[in-house]
């Protein structure tokens, strides 16, 4: 079996997928938390995009931590194949949807002026801010996972 850096079942892949849910759950809880995120469609994508990569990274967290505790190897071709799938289909949403809140953020505070006097702009930057910094993560962990498709 190849070993590579954040392979699910070590310890890298859980931080990585710790990582994941960490920023998801922040760039959620920003954009909720922040007056008028409603009022524009990509702001609620991207809240849905991120509870997706939420949910799938906490459930494979869990699975890396099992792994760790019972020592099982996590590496069949069968559950790597779903991992690859599953996190590259993910990767997509969540880059869309944090591509799609940065260019609403870019309208509103840039052309139309709204930021300060009708929206909490700063807010919305710190939200796509940290939906980008969890799908950085994400890509990462996708990339090793393709890798190691090809190595299982």
């Known amino acids: 079996m190849k070993v590579f850096f954040g392979s699910p079942g070590r310890i890298s892949g859980l931080l990585l997928r710790i ?3 960490s920023f998801a759950a922040a760039s959620i809880g920003v954009m909720v938390s922040s007056h008028g995120f409603y009022s524009s469609t990509a702001f609620c994508y ?21 792994a760790l505790r019972s020592k099982r ?15 590259w289909v993910t990767a997509t949403l969540s880059l869309a949807g944090a591509c799609s809140s940065a260019g609403v953020v870019v309208l509103y505070s840039r052309d139309l002026d709204y930021c300060g006097k009708m929206l909490p702009c700063t807010r919305f930057q710190i939200g796509v801010a940290f939906a980008f910094i969890s799908w950085f993560l994400l890509a990462v962990y996708s990339l090793v996972m393709f890798w190691l498709l090809g190595a299982v």
């Open 19 to 21: 990582g994941q849910c």
């Open 73 to 87: 190897s996590l590496q069949n071709p069968v559950l790597v194949s779903l991992f690859v799938v599953g996190d």
């Open 46 to 66: 991207l809240i849905a995009s991120m509870g997706l990569e939420f949910l799938w990274s906490f459930g494979l967290a869990c699975l890396d931590f099992h």
